[in-house]
Structure formats: structure tokens, C-alpha cells
């Protein structure tokens, strides 16, 4: 079964930089990614990386955030610096199987940007 654990959410200042981490199983992935969602907002797309390294981004956070992978350790990583509070959001981890092409939402981890 495919599971997905989420970590490196919290709570910043403006400024400050957290670093998130998915950890996923269970299956070999093709895109895995970050999403977020806003109180009031739709969930939006982040960062995707393809497992060939190719990145997307959206145009909020480029030059802040820096996605990455490891494909033997089926992680996909996110570096967020300078953030901002308009940053604040639920972050969700985001993988699609190779094999099956099925998509899998990890459960989300609060990050805050405050004062």
C-alpha cells in the first residue's frame, strides 16, 4: 500500500525558512509534489519535480522554494526560504505512481508565517 509521511511543518517568522519532507512507499513514482491550501482558498499548486528532476513551480514562490528528490529513498523534499505570511497554508504532499498512474494526497502539515 502506498503511504506517505509528511514532516518539517511549524510555525516562522517572516524571513525564516522551513524545510519539508514526504516520505513515500509502497510504490515507484513519476511526479510527486506540493500543494497548499489557504483558509478561504482553493488548494493550489506549489512545486512538482517528475522523477527525471524536470521542476514546476508557481510563480508565488520561485526563487524562494526549491523542490527536490531522492529516488532511492522515494522522498520529495521542499526548501522554502525568505517566507512569507502569505505562505501560511496546509501543505500537502502529492506522488503519482509509475505503474498505475494513480495519485495520492499525503494528510498535510501546517506551516505558519507570522509576527
Known amino acids: 500500500q502506498v503511504q506517505l509521511v509528511e514532516s518539517g511543518g511549524g510555525l516562522v517568522q517572516p524571513g525564516g525558512s522551513l524545510r519539508l519532507s514526504c516520505a513515500a512507499s509502497g510504490s515507484i513514482f513519476s511526479a510527486m509534489g506540493w500543494y497548499r491550501q489557504a483558509p478561504g482558498k482553493q488548494r493550489e499548486l506549489v512545486a512538482t519535480?517528475?522523477?527525471?528532476?524536470?521542476?514546476n513551480y508557481a510563480d508565488s514562490v520561485k526563487g524562494r522554494f526549491t523542490i527536490s528528490r531522492d529516488n532511492a529513498k522515494n522522498t520529495v523534499y521542499l526548501q522554502m526560504n525568505n517566507l512569507k505570511p502569505e505562505d501560511t497554508a496546509e501543505y500537502y504532499c502529492n506522488v503519482r505512481t509509475i505503474v498505475s498512474n494513480t495519485d495520492y494526497w499525503g494528510k498535510g502539515t501546517q506551516v505558519t508565517v507570522s509576527p
Open positions: 519535480i517528475s522523477r527525471g528532476g524536470s521542476t
